[in-house]
């Protein structure tokens, strides 16, 4: 078959040339630009969206090539990426403006938080170091991933005192999470950093997010994130990445080729939109649950609130009654596990996000059967409060009907 060239819809653009960015640029104007500095020599203004599964391999040298060079080194595809799964234009969006908001070379991108990790601990495990340090508490299913076996993993549980003390000649990876999932509980990121010596830490940084702290800064290698929570920002998309240097970006590339945990292109163009409006969100929700925990620690039905020094939209309290009965009588906030989305969310650790952790672990990090977590969203301190306060003493929430029982009367319609 001969191909006549197909005629121009329209007369070539004098292209724009593509920015590099040479001075620093603070956060809230990384959070809007980075990963779309070539849009405008494009003519574009939103990054594309490529669903593409698979490309144009005409010159099979070439790509056995690039092949090659992949499976030899990790490094990102220049050009097309031959495949999904070796890499997707959009979800690279995505990982090179996580990287500069962290403060990264690099950054590599799951299909979740756990595909994140799991790829770490691959990582690692490939090479012959298959113990891990690490602090409880951690989200549930980080600490059942770690203790059940699954991988191989053997893990040495710690306090931050006894990490240099808990490390082997076989530790891969120490891991903590300030502020950590669901206590709140700190620790101080560069002292750990400087105790790990050689061995790389993982900071997970899902709480916090690089808007209130960069663990790179205090000497963290790796930095995970389940982007399901405030990269995201609207509980619409489930996706993890981990911001690294490139070194190990290339390896945590190589084990997401062969495992296939790859984030879905329309995750990654909609976690790019997310990070624009991060540091505004995290702003925001901070100062009202700030708030919110100022009278929480007031209210007769609260024993103990936890908040971070470091701020953030979380909130964790221990209630005097019956947890259950809280969750079960907030009407605005949803009872629902998950986190730093738009709206708020309230769980019951021991019974959600850590039920898969022994309850003797549990209690080891400090989860109490009264603990309840709360993700404090974007709606109006005043209304949150209301709703909080009517469950909290058991009452209805005034402003809410109930809805009728079935086979009453249909309320009166109208203004
Ligand atoms: C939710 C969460 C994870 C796991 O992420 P997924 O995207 O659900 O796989 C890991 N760490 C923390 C702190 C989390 O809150």
């Known amino acids: 078959m001969t191909r006549s060239p197909a005629r121009p819809d329209r007369a070539p653009l004098t292209p724009l040339a593509p920015l590099t960015v040479t001075a620093p640029r603070a956060l809230a104007t990384e959070a809007v ?40 080194t990790g490094a990102e595809f220049e050009g097309p990426p031959v495949y999904g799964r070796l890499g997707n234009p959009t979800v690279a969006r995505f990982e090179s403006a996580l990287a500069r908001l962290e403060g990264t070379e690099s950054a590599v991108a799951f299909a979740s938080g756990m595909a994140a990790l799991t790829a770490c601990l691959l990582a690692r495990h490939a090479e012959g170091l298959r113990h891990v340090v690490a602090v409880r508490p951690l989200y549930g299913c980080s600490d059942h991933l770690l203790t059940g076996g699954l991988l191989g ?61 960069r663990p790179a800064e205090a000497g963290a290698r790796l930095i995970l994130h389940s982007a399901t929570k405030y990269l ?3 509980g619409d998309v489930l996706g993890g990445v981990v911001a690294c240097d490139e070194e190990f970006a290339r390896r945590l590339r190589q084990v997401r080729f062969a495992t296939g945990g790859v984030l879905h292109p329309l995750a990654g163009y909609l976690l790019l939109r997310g990070l624009a409006t991060l540091p505004v969100r995290v702003r925001a929700a901070s100062a009202t649950a700030a708030e919110l925990a100022r009278r929480l620690a007031a209210h007769p039905a609260v024993a103990r609130v936890h908040y971070p020094r470091l701020g953030g939209a979380m909130v964790a309290f221990e209630v005097c009654g019956d947890p259950h009965q809280v969750t079960a009588g907030v009407r605005l ?23 898969i ?41 005034p402003a809410y009907r109930e809805p009728a029982a079935a086979g009453a009367a249909a309320p009166p319609a109208g203004p």
């Open 153 to 213: 993993t053997d893990v040495t549980w710690t306090d931050p005192a006894g990490i240099a003390a808990a490390i082997r000649p076989d530790t891969g990876l120490v891991m903590v999470e300030s502020p950590a999932n669901p206590t709140l509980a700190e620790t101080d990121l560069a002292a750990v950093a400087h105790a790990c010596g050689s061995v790389p830490l993982l900071a997970d940084n899902t709480f916090a997010t690089p808007v209130l702290q």
């Open 333 to 355: 906030i949803t009872p629902a596990v998950s986190l730093g989305s738009v709206d708020t969310l309230l769980q019951h650790p021991a019974s959600i996000s850590h039920r």
């Open 33 to 72: 630009h980075a990963g779309r500095e070539d849009l405008a020599a494009q003519g574009l203004h939103a990054a594309p969206l490529d669903l593409s599964t698979t490309y144009p391999s005409a010159d099979s040298r070439a790509e056995a090539a690039r092949l090659d060079a992949f499976a030899a």
């Open 232 to 234: 995201g920002g609207h």
């Open 357 to 397: 952790v022994d309850a003797a672990d549990r209690a080891t990090g400090g989860i109490s059967e009264k603990l309840l977590r709360m993700s404090v969203g974007l709606e109006d301190v005043e209304d949150l409060w209301r709703d909080l306060d009517a469950a909290l003493s058991g009452r209805p929430s």
